[in-house]
């Protein structure tokens, strides 16, 4: 079974802090993606990465950046959380069939 | 890029039959569609991907008409644990460099009742 992982199902951090969330797939996929989830809204794409040191911008990237220094790992960097960014992150990897196997999810909360 | 609409809610009864539809009227060529199925405070799960016609697997069966234009996720007898968010994707076709934005729906709820 693929599995992937993400470092922390609940996160909280203060306005302007820098936050990373970390995800981990065991399945050599070549993509990696990062969602956001809020209520009303579905999910919505913020960067993803179809091989290592590559990445592109989703639909909302603004405020975010992201890091795949290694194959499986795929992090997500808040440079300075603002409230707005409280949220679920959904992170998600995928191979060549496109099917995208999702983590648990990270809750993030900003104060 | 493709966008999808679902209905927003659904409601149905244990051992029924649940058809839901996604329109994509703007499905390119090699998008594929997909439907995820999610329960509350856990990342959405696979559940069904086809390109055209018909495709069954043991959980759920997927209709897609010939101009691939919509698609119906079909749930048989669905049960109280089947009460979720289904969302369907259109897109795919991360091939070598080349990218092709994936675009969730907004989802349907579905609620099963007894």
């Known amino acids: 079974d693929v599995k992937v992982t993400q470092s922390s199902r609940y996160l909280v951090k203060r306005t302007g802090e820098k936050v990373f969330l970390e995800c981990v797939q065991d399945m050599d996929h070549e993509n990696m993606f990062w969602y956001r989830q809020d209520p009303g809204l579905g999910l919505r794409l913020i960067y993803f990465?179809?091989?290592?040191?590559?990445?592109e911008k989703g639909d909302i990237p603004e405020g975010y950046s992201v890091s795949r220094e290694k194959k499986e790992r795929f992090s997500l960097i808040l440079e300075s959380a603002s409230t707005n960014q409280t949220s679920m992150y959904l992170c998600a990897s995928s191979g060549s069939t496109d099917t995208q196997y999702f983590g648990p999810g990270t809750r993030l909360t900003v104060l | 890029l493709a966008k999808t609409t679902q209905p927003i809610s659904m409601d149905s009864y244990e051992g029924q039959e649940v058809n839901i539809t996604c329109s994509h009227n703007?499905?390119?060529?090699?998008?594929?569609i997909t439907w995820y199925q999610q329960f509350p405070s856990q990342g959405p799960r696979f559940i069904i991907q086809g390109y055209k016609t018909k495709v069954t697997n043991e959980v759920a069966s997927l209709f897609i008409p010939a101009d691939r234009k919509s698609s119906t996720l079909s749930l048989p007898r669905v049960s109280l644990s089947d009460t979720a968010v289904y969302y369907c994707?259109?897109?795919?076709?991360?091939?070598?460099?080349?990218?092709?934005?994936?675009?969730f729906g907004t989802g349907t709820l579905l609620a099963v009742q007894p």
């Open positions: 994707l259109v897109g795919g076709g991360i091939y070598g460099g080349a990218t092709n934005k994936l675009i």
């Open positions: 703007n499905i390119a060529t090699n998008d594929y």
């Open positions: 990465s179809y091989d290592v040191k590559m990445k």
